[in-house]
């Protein structure tokens, strides 16, 4: 059973430009949230997808962005990029609380985002 | 809202030494509590979890944990530690049966000395 896997793991972009992470949630999960970790701090929550719709987010600007699809895996896109957008972005997969969600999440190994 | 701070940014404890990670919480409803662990350049993994029951939590790796409702913390102990156990360890909260958001803290690193 494959867990979450994400791509790319590693990124390098300048100021300005845009980027497209991918994200498969674990096999069963409907449930999709992004959190960006910037070094030596904690998972910041940006957003979080259920049914093809984003039901929560964090306190991120508009160029964060996001999809998901309807195999439930999902894109984060972050537009005009800055340098403090560098960070390790990380994908979790869980359960709903109709599917006997309990708070649990599935951690991809991330991709890190480097802006110069 | 919900918040948890973790209260030591870097613990350094010697092998087969005991060790407790210090968390917070700040909630006024119910909630579940994590901790997750970090290894380098790694995800994060689920240690141990609480939604209700006996306030003694067992997990992964021989580490516990014990949520004190009226000091609001849920502190992580492990007895003996190993070097295999070096990493960020992460807090984190929940409002109980709710499709939220989990909130982490900031993490505690655990530096074990030889």
């Known amino acids: 059973d494959a867990g979450v896997t994400q791509s790319p793991t590693h990124l390098i972009k300048t100021r300005g430009q845009q980027v497209t992470l991918r994200c498969s949630p674990k096999?069963?999960?409907?449930?999709v949230s992004w959190y960006q970790q910037a070094l030596g701090q904690g998972p910041q929550f940006i957003f979080q997808?259920?049914?093809?719709?984003?039901?929560q987010r964090g306190n991120f600007p508009d160029r964060f962005s996001g999809h998901q699809f309807p195999n439930y895996s999902s894109e984060l896109n972050v537009n005009a990029l800055l340098l403090g957008d560098s960070a390790l972005y990380l994908c979790?997969?869980?359960?709903?609380?109709?599917?006997?969600?309990?708070?649990?999440?599935?951690f991809g190994e991330g991709s890190r985002l480097t802006v110069l | 809202a919900q918040s948890v701070t973790q209260l030591d940014s870097q613990v350094p404890v010697f092998e087969e030494a005991p060790v407790e990670l210090r968390c917070n919480y700040s909630s006024s409803v119910s909630v579940y509590l994590f901790w997750y662990v970090q290894y380098p350049n790694q995800g994060l993994q689920l240690l141990l979890k609480?939604?209700?029951?006996?306030?003694l939590v067992k997990g992964i790796n021989g580490f516990e944990a014990e949520f004190n409702k009226s000091q609001t913390s849920f502190h992580l102990r492990k007895p003996s530690v190993h070097i295999s156990d070096t990493a960020e360890y992460f807090c984190a909260v929940i409002l109980a049966n709710r499709d939220d958001k989990i909130i982490f803290g900031k993490g505690t690193r655990l530096h074990i000395l030889p």
């Open positions: 997808y259920y049914e093809e719709e984003e039901r």
């Open positions: 096999s069963g999960h409907d449930t």
């Open positions: 979790a997969s869980s359960l709903s609380a109709g599917r006997g969600y309990t708070g649990e999440l599935f």
């Open positions: 609480y939604l209700s029951g006996s306030t």
